[in-house]
């Protein structure tokens, strides 16, 4: 469904036929914007029904799926207030995002251009780092199927198997999916992919409904869970949540792709409420009816019978696919300017090669960091952060600074963006600090079992 999203695209800033308005006293501001807003859309683009389709297939993956997690992190009242919170406050920050672009697309300012260069770099980070969270999902699902397969029965109503056969380590796993993926991303071509890609959304759907299923039919009596976290957790919720709204990458080129972009807000404040609901409702539910016991994807607590475990095989193969949509935003900002600079001989071969590095580089990275809800967290606080929460409130101070923004604005995106930062910098911490631990916990364990 996500064939016809083009990445790069975004309000044109290198035309010159569209003049300043100071250079238009024929135009009023408000003319000239309805005219650029009508030619960004054009008559072709995408449907009001086919955008918030894109725009959930954007937003909802892994980071689902680890809000369970996250809330526990930050108890079971103050984690779904804080996810409230922090869908509000993306939102706004998204629209915020479509608002500069347009205003700059006009002025032809050089604002847009500088942020261009940091943008992109935040974006190549959040996009490779979903990457690696796919190869640490595929791996963690799959390994533990694999390794309850003799053991799986028809009997949903016990989480637990006769039999637990130990197999691989999980990132011998992640090795062997490498060969996989890297023929998915040699489909260089998004509308190839189409089908696929719907496939996978259909078996992600289907996924969703049966974990909603058991753990609404799963909910303990009486609940007795922290309706707080320890504040040393918190920075985790922060990471996985803000990972979780992973969309902000989209929006401008589906905004951009629209029949009728006006429509946009709209579509914006429809599908991220869906989105928000559906993170509240799961991660709230998941937590508990798992409690204390649930871990960094809530498919890994589903009970290991043959339902369920088709259910971590239908989300896996959605997510494999999915591993191909996201990498085609980064390879669409890296590989043209390095196919630009060979000659037309070796464009093939520069552009197969990036792809396969960009690929080895991510499954190297899960490799390094195995633990799929400390990789969710960290590269949340490190670069969705940043995308989603500081950089749209900064821009619009610069968009607008000459332009009477009011005090309360000001002040307002001052806040959010520093909300963010504080967030990076504290989610980054905890998360590299929970890396070292776990690793040197996992490290002191091998030694004493070899000894």
Sequence with gaps: MASDINYQDGPDLSRRDVSPVEDEPNHSPASLQQTEYERIGGRTGSSFFQTIIHLLKGNIGTGLLGLPLAVKNAGLLVGPLSLLAMGIVAIHCMNLLVKCAHHLSIRLGVCFLAFRRVVNLFLNITQLGFC?????????????????????????????????????????????????????????????????????????????????????????????????????DYPLFFGTAIFAFEGIGVVLPLENKMQNPRNFPTVLYLGMGIVTTLYITLGTIGYIGFGEHIRGSITLNLPLCWLYQTVKLLYSFGIYITYALQFYVSAEILIPPAVARCGPRWTLMVDLGIRVALVALTCALAILIPELDLVISLVGSVSSSALALIIPPLLQIITFHNEDMKLWEMVKNIAISLIGFVGFVAGTYISIQEIVARNSSRHNSTYLNVG
Aim: net charge neutral; proline share 6%; hydrophobic share 50%.
């Design 132 to 232: 690696c969270v796919y190869f640490v999902f595929l791996s963690d699902n799959i390994k533990q199927v694999v390794e309850t397969a003799n053991g799986t029965t028809g009997n949903c109503h016990n989480n637990e198997t006769a039999v637990n056969v130990p197999s691989y380590d999980s990132r011998l796993y992640m090795l062997f999916f490498l060969p996989f993926i890297i023929v998915l991303v040699f489909i260089r071509n998004l509308k190839y992919l189409a089908p696929l890609s719907f496939v996978a959304n259909i078996s992600m759907c289907v996924s969703l409904v049966l974990i909603y299923y058991y753990c609404l039919t799963n909910i303990p009596y009486p609940i007795n869970l922290p309706l707080a976290g320890r504040a040393v």
